[in-house]
């Protein structure tokens, strides 16, 4: 008879990560730990411990018991080879850049980003750092754009808030041919959608704020190496950190330059309570994906309705890839409406939905993009990834779907 265990299923692996690994007292959940400091009753091992030759804790702005369990996580939910995690997600995709790049090295990024990220390159751009800006929904665009100098390629698997879908699969043929680092934004599929690694990514990208803890209440983000990437190529690892095996190179440095030296640590009370978060992933990703679907097809089907961005429709432009690529279209959805309605007007109409700028939350949330989140950007930028004034994006939550649909037609009435 077979010992041969089955592999159990991402629900449940997420759901008892924490017991797993035995925490205190025989608690189901890992303990929220917030010293900050760490004794050694022997010193030698202390000094083992910062020289990386055992392993442990130091000083809590490199590690965390409680952070180390949320990374653990992550890591199985992304079929990683290990996370790091930090304060947000912006702060986990400025540790990628400020600790891989150098000053004439270029970047080829998707231009339809969100627009915080959008702003961090062109920071990056005045630090010297090249970066080019493309149509990622064709991989034609972004080998067109890539220079001797590139070091780097980044896509948002779904982009907020149009939602065009990148040619994730070719655009990771491409790094791998070019041997360029791969890194994709998961935060809008999560990992209970989609692995970026089955398209070759080199690093995932989390903001933990969003889906993961689900419910608004902390802030994260984590970036988890895929251990496709040989770092052994990559002119940009200092040589303090080339010990062992080579595909952790990139990761150790970007936990020592954005942890240790630029401090964009992850407090240990956030860390626990999106772990708790997270045990419920699947089931409010889920709800709120079909939720979207419907929601899309009644805004589709109203006559003052101008249009609507949601790939889980046959209309949209990248309906097909979405479907081969993701187990469900995801819950972000956005809508423009006709002339004759002002999309405050509609906003203050709804009852269940609430005017917020976060995303991922149980609750529906909306906001009027050009005039919010995506504003500093100017409309010349905004025309150019196809944000009219009156958009409106959608994070479609876990309500009643009848109630959520009869909200929206009293507001458009």
């Known amino acids: 008879m077979s010992t041969d265990k089955k592999k159990a299923h991402f629900d449940t692996v997420n759901l008892h990560s924490d017991r797993r690994d035995k925490p205190e007292h025989g608690a189901l959940h890992r303990a929220t730990h917030t010293s900050i400091a760490f004794e050694y009753d022997d010193a030698r091992e202390l000094a083992a411990v910062f020289q990386g030759k055992r392993p442990g804790y130091n000083y809590a702005r490199q590690q965390n018991p409680t952070v180390n369990a949320l990374q653990k996580r992550v890591t199985q939910m992304e079929q990683g080879s290990a996370t790091v995690a930090f304060a947000t997600g912006m702060a986990a995709i400025g540790s990628i850049f400020f600790s891989l790049l150098r000053a004439g090295d270029h970047v080829v990024s998707s231009a339809f980003l969100f627009g915080n990220t959008n702003s961090l390159f062109n920071t ?33 698997t779904i982009a907020n808030p149009v939602t065009q879908v990148a040619d994730l699969q070719k655009i990771g043929e491409l790094c791998a041919q070019k041997q360029l680092i791969y890194v994709v934004d998961n935060t809008i599929t999560t990992p209970s959608l ?23 209440d902390a802030l994260g983000g984590a970036v988890t190496d895929t ?27 970007i936990k020592k330059k954005g942890l240790r030296d630029f401090g964009a640590t992850l407090a240990p009370e956030a860390a626990h309570t999106l772990a708790l978060g997270s045990e419920t992933l699947s089931l409010r ?13 009644f805004c ?23 479907t081969d690529l993701f187990k469900q279209f995801g819950a972000l959805m956005s809508i423009e409406l006709h002339e004759e309605i002002d999309c405050f007007d509609f906003l203050n109409q709804l009852e269940f939905v609430v005017s917020s700028s976060n995303l991922g939350d149980t609750r529906t949330l909306a906001i009027p993009v050009a005039h919010t989140i995506f504003y500093e950007m ?36």
């Open 124 to 156: 990056f751009r005045n630090l010297g750092v090249d970066v080019s800006f493309v149509d990622a929904t064709d991989a034609a665009n972004v080998a067109e754009a890539i220079t001797d100098r590139t070091k780097l390629v980044f896509v948002e």
């Open 194 to 216: 989609f692995s970026p690694k089955s398209v070759g990514a080199s690093f995932v990208v989390n903001s933990l704020s969003k889906y993961f803890g689900g419910h608004g």
């Open 227 to 253: 251990g496709l990437y040989d770092w052994a190529q990559y002119p940009n690892i200092f040589d303090n950190y080339k010990t062992g095996d080579s595909h952790s190179w990139g990761l150790t440095q």
């Open 285 to 297: 990703v889920e709800r709120a994906c079909a939720n979207a679907l419907a929601l899309a097809q």
């Open 300 to 322: 589709e089907a109203h006559p003052r309705v101008r249009s609507v961005n949601y790939p889980g429709l046959p209309s949209h432009p990248q309906h097909q890839r979405a």
């Open 378 to 413: 100017g409309a010349e930028r905004r025309a150019s990834m196809g944000i009219p004034d009156s958009l409106i994006r959608i994070a479609v939550g876990i309500e009643n779907i009848d109630d959520l649909i009869a909200d929206f037609s009293q507001a458009l009435a």
